[in-house]
């Protein structure tokens, strides 16, 4: 069959043109040998496994024309279905002609069947993609089909004998029935595809589910520890306003917890209210010292404690 038309259009995943031209086609063709076969330019060789081989360059007809090897019946079948539109070739241009879309220089690395709804870019009627006629198929097996056909207006020997024609027809059966087996596998690995496309769409979902509340979870998680960081420095800076520096770094030795810290502040801040300025609550031997000297003794006691 021929996968590749002098003249044809090219167009990478990006949508860019090209134009393989008949230097590169007659040149490089060979390079397409032993490429692999897939289905609509997807990454589907591990199941089709089919080769190229045995390529060829009709300069009158200007075509890269091949053979496959490995071709599954399935898609033997698939060829000959009405979802069948053509082969579609694969290559990596390596020159360009100067100013142009022209690929003068090439490699070929496969062909692809393409079936509905895609088109190729290179037509049948373009002589790329056109399906082995069975005439020539039978001629090929059955060689005597030929020697013994006659005129149309009779008289001979018959055109194919009884036995090559119950042969023919045994083998149409038995090929009708393998389309319908086909068939109905096709649909099944259908069924089976869709749903686990289906089981792959529900655990992707639950994945970004997990991941948003596990991002969620992280998140408040941070914003706590960094509000409780926020309030501890707050109260140890509070502490340092009224408890030395010495008894508050003795003091927070013991790693107390803020509840603690928030209290012992609170209550070195009522006892100097009472003391500073007032006899009443003081014992006769704090009356007349400063604030000062109150709170370097209050000071000395909690470090002691």
Known sequence: MAIAC??????SVYGDEATL???????????WE?????????NNHDWVKATIHDVEYDSKKKLVICSFSGIPEWLSTLIYSDDYQGLSQECIPIEMRKNSIDVIKGYGTGVTVVTAPYNPAASPEMGVGIRPELAAILASKYPQIEDNMTDKTGGGTSAISTEAYESIALEKVELKSQIKILESEKKTMETELASWKQKYTELESGEANRTKIAIESARANWEMDLKSKAEREGAITELNTIMSKDAAESYLATNPTLEQITSITG???????????SSSGSSTQEEGKSFEELNSAWNSKL???
């Open 21 to 31: 031209t008949e230097e590169f086609l007659s040149r490089d063709h060979k390079t």
């Open 267 to 277: 209550i070195l801040k009522a006892g100097a209210s009472k003391g500073v300025g």
């Open 34 to 42: 032993n490429g692999l076969v897939s289905i609509n330019h997807e």
């Open 303 to 305: 470090g002691r404690a």
């Open 6 to 11: 002098a003249g044809q259009h090219a167009y």
